[in-house]
């Protein structure tokens, strides 16, 4: 590849791409650089391999922890495997590239992305994105692009372009619009209650200069000679799909008007079906086109039977705007909700159901200590709400082995996260760790905003101040031409046999996340805007019902959950807390069986699930942490006697000493004549001198103070 170098300008800030350079036997290289943020991306294709009947893209986004200067942790100092973010970000690059190759290539496609230098104002996943495009168009592989891809905030009233991390954490808005020549292919965003109208505002706003990059990228690959690949799919002989129409296309339109069958009723039907089909070209003879067909590619009659089913399917919507089960295309299906299922040991629950659907969430309330601490390029050191997604296969009524979550598993956590951390209390007035886990006991479309409606269920079980609740919606799309249904909560054989999934989420103000995948190549704005829309009713129906259930958080946490006492201390005196080896931490853990945080700033959290020990365990710090002042009056014990006086301790960890002129208002000879070590005196602070040593007195206490100093001793106790 030859090398060449060319600046893309485009709101506010310089693309700088150099390709011909690095990687040169990858199929096509580019190294995107913006700021400080470079990203070498590339895009290979392989011969593919025999039995393949799907499109096998691969995407990896890479971090190195040299591009921000670091090295990694852990006994190994490598990089291991991916954390979450990366994992987000790879299904970030793949979303809306998957859609622009042609369905019937086979040959290997594999895209990686590797971050290798990165500052704090340029994040590098729009940027891993649009060099996806720009990689596979030097690689001369068959594309429908190119892609591009934007990040869009909103500071103040109003929306910017290439928003730095800052401006993210800040604004109201984090939004990334990828998009083709035909339209918008991907919409990712979080959003802090924005109402419909902003947000489809927002998208048109990033898909204009979504257009602006795809332009130029048209323009690099004309100076560099380079066409888009227009390789043609290969001819199939229609024989079999019009033999497969002809002989099933009666009995599966009955099927699909058959409104009150269940999910597994309908699938049993259709396999009845294809079972008789199989039968009959069985009964061919041997040198018919059609057996000859299926005898050739074990997964022709499936591929070719599931292709008619489809496009039955999509007629009924487009031409009667009738559904599989019989609803209206903005209707959705019947909801049930629960609350505080499982015993209060769980400190909170929530099932949500929306037609076959079924997912539990549970709520988990932890202390500072157990937030998740984020080892990757990233700015944001920690995390304090965890949400995490499981998809059991018994969900589906199938079975396969069990292993760590996949990237789905962890995009559809990741989406219920971001749409519930708007509502989140913060720290200061709830300074918990929250995790909620979603387990989907059933799974027919839409588990991701079934998991948002269960885990607002079940943080409201929990106790959990959340500001306001939230409910979410997957709306789908049928395109046939210029003919265009949207429907709402779509079910898994509408999301598998149509066009899109939109996921929207929010509260009745306004809207908190946003997913838009699509398996067509793009969408004009005003469909976009028409599922924003159409989504709003359908969340609102949703939220009354959960409601209905339970419309405040409880008042009460669980008695299992931990008691949390958040205070404040001079950040000079955290050394004298943890004390020599941690010492005197370990001490008060060990006295009271409370944890103990302590930030940086001076923020102690001290949480036991007993409350009164976690208050024993914050006496005992702001004992250490006391400041005495002069004429403060306490009650102590004597530590230690020498000549010339006495010491002792009146606050843990506190002590000083009184004089034998101190003693008493007489002339006192000896020490152990007046006190003695281990005995219980009333003592004044007569003063602190500049070296910081407490000098006490025994003389001039009222008896007020004696007795008030007893009080508060008894108190502490």
Known sequence: MQEFEKTISFGGRDIHLRGGLLAPQAGGAVLVQSGETAVLVTATRSAGRQGIDFLPLLVDYEERLYAAGRIPGGFLRREGRPPERATLISRLIDRPMRPLFPQWIRDDIQIVAT?????????????????????????????????????????????????TYKEVETGDLDLIVAGSPDGVIMVEAGANQLPEADVIEAIDF???????????????????????????????????????????????????????????????KLDAIKEELATAIDGLEDDNPVKVAVAENGKALGNTYKSVTKKLMRQQILDEKVRVDGRQL???????????????????????????????????LGTPGDAQMMDDLHPDEEKRYLHHYNFPPYSVGETRPMRSPGRREIGHGALAERALVPVLPPKEEFPYVIRVVSE???????????????????????????????????????????????????????????????????????????????KITGLPMKVIADAVNQAK???????????????????????YA??????????????MVIGPGGKKIKGITEQTGAKVDINDDGTVTVSSIEGE?????????????????????????????????????????????????????YRVAKVEDEVNVGDEVIIKVREIDGRGRINLTRLNIHPDEAAAARAATAARA
């Open 613 to 665: 020990k976690a208050l024993q365990a914050k006496a005992l710090i702001e004992a250490i942490v006391f400041k005495p002042a002069a004429g403060d009056v306490f009650v102590g014990k004597v530590t230690r006697v020498i000549p010339i006086g006495a010491f002792v301790e009146f606050m843990p960890g506190q002590e000083g000493m009184i004089h034998i002129s101190q003693l008493a208002d």
């Open 330 to 364: 903005d209707e959705v299906r019947p909801i049930s909700c629960q609350v505080g299922l499982l015993p209060k040991r769980v400190h909170g629950t929530g099932l949500f159901r929306r037609g076959l659907t079924q997912v539990m969430s549970v709520t988990t």
């Open 206 to 268: 990033g898909y204009e200069v979504v257009q602006d990059l795809i332009k130029a990228q048209l323009e690099l690959i004309k100076e560099l000679g380079i066409e888009i690949a227009t390789e043609q799919e290969p001819e199939t002989d229609p024989t079999l799909a019009t033999f497969i129409e002809e002989k099933t296309a009666a009995a599966i339109k009955e099927v699909l008007k058959q409104f009150s069958l269940t999910k597994p009723e309908r699938d049993e």
């Open 440 to 518: 989907v006991l059933s799974s027919n479309g839409s588990t991701s905003m079934g998991s948002v409606c269960g885990s607002t269920l079940s943080l409201m079980d929990a106790g959990v101040p959340i500001t306001k609740p939230v409910s979410g919606a997957a709306m789908g799309l049928i395109k046939q031409g210029e003919d265009v249904r949207i429907l709402t909560d779509i079910q898994g054989i509408e999301d598998f046999l149509g066009d899109m999934d939109f996921k929207v989420a929010g509260t009745d103000t306004g809207i908190t996340a946003l997913q838009m995948d699509m």
């Open 115 to 163: 971050t290798l230098a990165m500052d704090e104002h340029v994040p590098p996943d729009v940027l891993a994105a649009t060099g996806a495009s720009i990689a596979v168009l030097l690689a001369k592989i068959p594309f429908y692009g190119p892609m591009a891809a934007v990040r869009v905030g909103l500071v103040g009233d109003d929306f910017i372009i290439n928003p």
């Open 537 to 559: 009713p359908a969340r609102l129906h949703i939220l009354e019902k959960m409601l209905a259930t339970i419309d405040t958080p409880r008042t009460e946490l669980s008695p």
């Open 562 to 575: 931990p008691r949390l006492i958040s205070f404040k201390i001079d950040p000079e005196m955290i050394g």
